[in-house]
């Protein structure tokens, strides 16, 4: 079922393009690439709110059944100090929130928007905002599961809280609070909500480059392809990082990728183009 996400895609550039499957084929003869060392760390985000309010626990604890509703109840703890909260799943995760009765300043937040799918298919206006959350989970590991756990309660805060507009800071992108939710409870694996994508073009292609895997312990994908298939670059960008955020490991270099059985793209790591000392998988579309 196509979701809002996927007509979205159909819009970007205002290009046709067609949603496809992806196949990845092992480089005979190599061992697959080294796996990214997992680590315990702190998750971030940063709901942008109109005003300087914390939904009360009945509305994070109804936002939190329809979007997790297979996860089990939601535990709201007293504030510890005024402007906290604190909330627990009880099928694990957990997410500490602190309310800032201010702007992220700089207009770091609304600039950060042009990197959501949702911006560059023209549906999304970012507007500036009078206050914010940060919601701050500990991870046990860099897993996409776990990560997913902390996003769907983000979400459910973000809805609660009637924010505008989710602030994912290790992505570099803003999305609209609709959008955000939409995604969060959709997918297993939200990598769109994880990652903006930054777009560059020379010539007749363009590239499409994810900012956001180095959350995972992975290396960011870059793809290529011509100007006119750009939304059909954009859709498989995504498709990828699904499926390399869920299986926790990259491409290895060498190796080959299709969107059929008969297509074998070779990928190629290289220097990423905007983080030094770091390495993209890198795409050539013919």
Known sequence: MRSRFARLLSLLLALSGCASTSEVQPKQGLPPAPRAEE????HLAFILLD??????ADRVQA????????????TVGAPKQEGALELRASGGGGVVLALIPAPIPGG????ASQRSIAYLAGAFEPSSHQAHLVAAGTAEDR???ALARFTRLVAAVAEASEATAVYWGEGQVTHPLAFFVEVAREQAVPAVLWNGVSIARDGDRV???SLGMAQLGLR???ITAPVSRSVEAMEWLFHLLGYVAGRGEDIPDGDTVGRSANERIRVQHRVHPVEAGSQVVHIAMP
Do not use: M
Request: aromatic content about 2%; cysteine-free.
């Open 39 to 42: 680590a315990a760390g702190v």
């Open 51 to 56: 005003a300087p309010t914390l939904p009360s």
């Open 63 to 74: 936002a939190w059944r329809r979007i997790s509703p297979e996860a089990g109840p939601l």
């Open 108 to 111: 770091e937040a609304e600039a």
């Open 143 to 145: 897993s996409a599961q």
């Open 207 to 209: 590239s499409l480059l």
């Open 220 to 222: 960011d994908l870059e």
